[in-house]
């Protein structure tokens, strides 16, 4: 079946640092990707998306990058804050299908 | 600018009662969307309404589960005669009327713990 997961569970990144989090797709059919971070106890938050007719969209702080030939995704963090410590996932959409398929997460934890 | 909310925020119950969970979506937002998260995992779509219909209900389970918009109020959905496998979370989200391909915006969850 399709899924959506990511390469490693969790991340370890020194306050200040880059922090790049990686996601692959199978479904081809995505054209719709979406990151969120969820604190503990908390819903997912949305961070940036990125439709499959780009391949890098720039926020505050954040960059989402989308290989489509690998159908790989990543999210870059610049100056990682402690903050920033959550769990992340990527969810997409494919088509006309209006409901997200999440990865099962990662976390990113920011060392002081 | 209130966000989705959901209510209520924790709910307890004993195997064979009703749960009840409530949704108010983003205001000007008029597709609701349900998802459930099991521990350590990621959300899971469940459906996804919009107001007095239901678009897409391919994860919802085929029996104690319902979900309803209606014209005035919030979304709920329901859970009968519950077991201990529904304790989880359980995440509303919103997107605007411009469709449903638009971001979808999560509320606080319920968590919902049956004994």
């Known amino acids: 079946g399709e899924s959506v997961g990511l390469h490693l569970p969790t991340l370890s990144v020194q306050e200040g640092d880059n922090s790049i989090i990686n996601c692959a797709y199978s479904n081809s059919a995505s054209d719709y990707f979406i990151w969120y971070k969820q604190e503990s106890g908390k819903g997912p938050q949305f961070i940036i998306d990125i439709r499959s007719n780009m391949d890098k969209r720039q926020g505050q702080r954040v960059t989402v990058l989308l290989n489509k030939t690998v159908k790989h995704l990543s999210l870059q963090i610049a100056a990682t804050q402690p903050g920033d410590s959550a769990v992340y996932f990527c969810?997409?959409?494919?088509?006309?299908?209006?409901?997200?398929?999440f990865g099962k997460g990662i976390t990113l934890s920011v060392r002081p | 600018n209130a966000g989705v909310m959901q209510n209520p925020r924790h709910l307890v119950r004993r195997r064979g009662q009703e749960a009840r969970l409530r949704c108010s979506p983003m205001k000007g937002h008029s597709h609701v969307y349900w998802y459930r998260q099991l521990p350590e995992e990621g959300l899971k779509f469940m459906v996804y309404?919009?107001?007095?219909?239901?678009?897409?209900e391919s994860g919802m389970p085929k029996e104690r589960f319902s979900a309803e918009f209606p014209k005035e109020g919030p979304s709920i959905l329901r859970i009968q005669q519950v077991v201990r496998g529904d304790s989880a979370a359980y995440f509303c989200?919103?997107?605007?009327?411009?469709?449903?391909?638009?971001?979808?915006?999560f509320g606080p969850g319920t968590r919902l713990l049956v004994l």
């Open positions: 969810a997409e959409m494919a088509g006309a299908n209006s409901k997200l398929t």
């Open positions: 989200a919103s997107s605007p009327p411009e469709g449903a391909r638009e971001t979808q915006y």
């Open positions: 309404l919009q107001k007095e219909n239901i678009i897409d």
